[in-house]
């Protein structure tokens, strides 16, 4: 039987490492925005009588894992759901200006939802694409273009990084490039997800 809930090491790794590099009030805005992504996750699936099964915390973020839903439709609904409770909490907090929280929470909000959104696997993004594209062409090749988007995106945001890195603008883009690189060897190739 899975467990419910589950931390990786991956995970405490990477909350880690955003704690050394930009401190605790980045990390408490990191885990309050993955926590109202998932939290939409989680109404949308219940709206459509499936019930979350278990909760894991590993490398690619707050991961839910559900049952019951039935239909395409209610699937991409559910996959929609987090990035638009992001996108509404991030909204809110925008107009708090004076608060340099509600600001870093109106920054990560934005910046998380549109990295997820990307139509790369393991993201909410690639999986409303793959569930689009599997319906319409079938899983084999819907699998073989998945896996082709992820390495074109992870190389595009891996070059855009090296160039953000060149000009001194962070380091964030080429990890994000790398990482996607990195996932669409291990996930989308064996569809573990799936």
Same mark, same amino acid.
């Given at each position: 039987?899975? *467990?419910?809930?589950?931390?990786?090491?991956?995970? +405490?790794?990477?909350?880690?490492?955003?704690?050394?590099?930009?401190?605790?009030?980045?990390?408490?805005?990191? =885990?309050?925005?993955?926590?109202?992504? #998932?939290?939409?996750?989680?109404?949308?699936?219940?709206? $459509?009588?499936?019930?979350?099964?278990? +909760? *894991? $915390?590993?490398?690619?973020?707050?991961?839910?894992?559900?049952?019951?839903? &039935?239909?395409?439709?209610? &699937?991409?609904?559910?996959?929609?759901?987090?990035?638009?409770?992001? =996108?509404? $909490?991030?909204?809110?907090?925008?107009?708090?200006? #004076?608060?340099? $929280?509600? +600001? =870093?929470?109106?920054?990560?909000?934005?910046?998380?939802?549109?990295?997820?959104?990307?139509?790369?696997?393991?993201?909410?993004?690639? *999986?409303?694409?793959?569930?689009?594209?599997?319906?319409?062409?079938?899983?084999?090749?819907?699998?073989?273009?998945?896996?082709?988007?992820?390495?074109?995106?992870?190389?595009?945001?891996?070059?855009?990084?090296? =160039?953000?890195?060149?000009?001194?603008?962070?380091?964030?883009?080429?990890?994000?490039?790398?990482?996607?690189?990195i996932a669409q060897t291990g996930i989308v190739k064996s569809m573990r997800l799936l």
């Open positions: 039987m899975k *467990r419910r809930f589950s931390i990786s090491p991956w995970a +405490v790794l990477l909350m880690a490492a955003v704690y050394f590099a930009v401190g605790i009030k980045a990390v408490l805005a990191v =885990l309050i925005s993955v926590v109202i992504h #998932e939290l939409g996750h989680s109404a949308a699936i219940k709206l $459509f009588g499936g019930k979350v099964v278990s +909760v *894991r $915390f590993d490398s690619s973020g707050l991961c839910m894992d559900s049952n019951g839903i &039935e239909s395409a439709v209610g &699937e991409l609904i559910v996959l929609a759901s987090g990035p638009a409770a992001g =996108l509404i $909490f991030a909204a809110i907090c925008s107009h708090y200006p #004076e608060n340099g $929280f509600a +600001v =870093l929470l109106t920054a990560v909000g934005f910046v998380l939802t549109a990295y997820n959104l990307l139509p790369v696997y393991p993201l909410d993004g690639g *999986r409303m694409v793959y569930t689009v594209l599997s319906g319409c062409i079938g899983r084999k090749k819907c699998a073989d273009i998945m896996y082709l988007i992820g390495i074109v995106t992870g190389t595009i945001l891996a070059v855009c990084g090296l =160039l953000s890195l060149a000009k001194d603008y962070g380091t964030a883009l080429l990890i994000a490039g790398v990482w996607l690189l």
